[in-house]
């Protein structure tokens, strides 16, 4: 399988568990366990246990900027990650090209990693997002993001990863970084992706 940035897809029997070290241009090294989590190298892995409902949506709030993007184990390029999203209470806002393509509302749940979310669009320049919930995963780091969503009404991904066929989309959002650092983050990201 194609290994996308610092995000693997790798097969495996049922009762195999597997770590996999791998260098993440915005966490640096970076673990990645069986159940798809990525955490940053020395850090402690999440308890199993269910977090603070009301910290994780505080977590979430604020402005972001996409620093990487993929569909279907495609990188898109730099030039289509002109988008903002913003996340103020249970309300996500999404702006392309000056203009608002997705609005609604979102909910998470906590119970196992990585983390869940579910969109349901009020707004949108896609048709499509109107007809369900669109599921996804989702794991938050400081100023960092990583939010993969699926189909809509299908199954939420099971991993921050995309793959052929998968009907997904991978982002990895920075929290309002100045401008200055969003173009070299977008270029230590592709660079890492060449090299890869």
């Not at 770590?19 to 955490?39: A, C, N, Q």
């Not at 604020?62 to 913003?86: C, F, H, K, S």
């Not at 699926?150 to 991993?159: E, F, L, N, T």
């Not at 921050?160 to 982002?171: M, N, Q, R, V, Y």
Request: aromatic share 6%.
């Amino acid at each position: 399988m194609r290994r996308m940035c610092a995000l693997q897809v790798t097969s495996r029997a049922k009762d195999a568990t597997s770590v996999h070290l791998l260098k993440d241009p915005l966490l640096g090294d970076s673990k990645v366990d069986s159940s798809g989590s990525f955490r940053k190298k020395g850090t402690k892995k999440m308890p199993p246990s269910s977090p603070d409902p009301v910290a994780l949506l505080n977590a979430l709030q604020g402005r972001w900027i996409p620093v990487y993007q993929e569909i279907d184990g495609q990188m898109l390029p730099a030039a289509a990650n002109t988008l903002t999203m913003e996340l103020q209470g249970d309300e996500f806002r999404i702006e392309k090209d000056g203009g608002v393509a997705y609005e609604g509302t979102f909910t998470t749940q906590g119970q196992s990693l990585p983390l869940s979310i579910a969109l349901i669009y009020k707004t949108s320049a896609q048709p499509l997002f109107l007809g369900g919930p669109r599921p996804g995963v989702f794991q938050i780091e400081g100023d960092t993001l990583k939010l993969c969503l699926g189909a809509i009404d299908k199954p939420p991904p099971s991993a921050l990863a995309t793959f052929p066929g998968s009907e997904a989309i991978l982002s990895i959002f920075q929290r309002n970084p100045k401008r200055g650092q969003l173009a070299a983050l977008q270029h230590s990201m592709l660079r890492s992706v060449i090299a890869w």
